[in-house]
Structures are given as C-alpha cells and as structure tokens.
C-alpha cells in the first residue's frame, strides 16, 4: 500500500529565505508526482508536475526534484515571500490503481 | 472563467437527509474526480470518471452515488447523510489518466456540515 508523507507538518520562517519541503513515498511504482498548494478555504492549486522519468521541473522561484528510486521529492522555494504561506501538498500517481495518494501537507509561514 | 467549479460551496443540513453536490470544468479535459478531505486536512480519492465511464470506486460506503451526464460533469449524490460526512468535498478534472495524466486542477471544495 503506498504511502506519502511529508515532513515537517509545519514550518516558519522569515522573508527571503530559501526553504526545502520534503515528500517521501514509499513505492516506486508511480506514474508521477505532483506539488500542489492549498490555501485557507480555497482548493488546489498544482505547482509542478514531475514525470517518473525526469529527475526535476522549474517554475519561477520553484524547483521540485524527484528520486523515484528512494521514494523522495523535494520542493525547493527560493526567496521566499508571505504570499507562499499556504499548505503544501505532494501526491503520486499510483502505476496500475491510477489515482492520487496525497500525503497530509507542510503548512507553511512566511514571516515579513 | 473558474476551470473546476463546484456547487454549493456550503452545504449544512440535518442528518439522514439527501444531499448532491455538482461540479462542472470547462477545460475539456475527460477524467474527473470526487475527493473527500477530513477534519486533519487529508485528502483521499473517493471516485475518478473516464469520458463518463466509472474507473476508480474506493471503498466508500454506497449511500454516495456519483453521476455524469457528460465528460464536463460530475455530480455526487449522497443518501441519508451521517455525521461522519462531514468534511469538504472537492471535485477535480485532468486531461487523459494514469501513465498520460496532465496535472489535476481542483475546484474550490464544497463544506459539507451535518447537524
């Protein structure tokens, strides 16, 4: 049974620090791995998408990386602002099941 | 413009009553999703339609029944509400499935509160 978890369950720290968010599945067997956001009230919003057969994807101050073969995926903020205070979220792709499985998120505080 | 929109966005009603929540996306993709988020925030796949066609039934209790009329819609109906229903309900949508899947793009989730 595939699990995802995220480490740390929350986290602050101050304006303009880079920051790493980290995401562990524990079977390789995945399609992909997704990075969504989740504000108060509101739903999901995806950040970055990672195939199983890319290694990272950039987008703006983003990076995610991906090693499917250790079960791990990082997301990488860089100079970070208080509007990336929000949940993040990693989910996979099972191979074969084909749905999500989302782990329980890293609320995360940006301090001005 | 909303891609995945979902309505109500707030739904309290009395136990044993029977409830639907409808979503619709207008980005022309063909699988859509129901998830259900719990009071700890965790999100889990409740079903998943392919062009209309169910693909992914978890073991959810029979008393929620998805529909789609159409590859655009996906509306759940949930008989004879218990509190345990309570959570937000979130529809998704994304272009193809499994090994061709795109990103998946969430409405705003809908606060099901049973009193």
């Known amino acids: 049974k595939q699990e995802v978890t995220q480490i740390p369950a929350a986290l602050s720290v101050p304006e303009g620090e880079n920051l790493v968010l980290n995401c562990s599945f524990t079977?390789?067997?995945?399609?992909?791995l997704q990075w969504f956001r989740q504000d108060p009230g509101k739903g999901l919003t995806s950040l970055l998408l990672?195939?199983?057969?890319?290694r990272e994807q950039t987008s703006g101050r983003l990076n995610a990386s991906l090693d499917k073969s250790s079960g791990r995926s990082t997301l990488y903020i860089a100079a970070s602002q208080p509007g990336d205070s929000a949940t993040y979220l990693c989910a996979v792709i099972i191979r074969g099941a084909q749905k999500l499985v989302f782990g329980q998120g890293t609320r995360l505080t940006i301090n001005p | 413009d909303t891609a995945v929109s979902q309505t109500p966005k707030y739904l309290v009603t009395q136990m044993g009553n029977d409830k639907s929540i409808k979503c619709e996306q207008n980005l022309g993709h063909d699988t859509m999703y129901w998830y259900k988020q719990d009071s700890k925030k965790f999100l889990k796949i409740m079903f998943s339609?392919?062009?209309?066609?169910?693909?992914i039934n978890e073991t959810v209790p029979n008393r929620f029944s998805p529909k789609s009329p159409d590859k655009a819609h996906l509306n759940l109906h949930i008989n004879s509400l218990e509190l345990g229903d309570s959570a937000v309900y979130f529809c998704a949508s994304s272009q193809a499935r499994g090994a061709q899947a795109g990103p998946q793009h969430f409405g705003d989730g809908t606060r099901l509160s049973i009193l």
């Open positions: 079977d390789s067997a995945i399609y992909n």
């Open positions: 990672i195939q199983s057969s890319q």
């Open positions: 339609y392919n062009n209309k066609e169910l693909i």
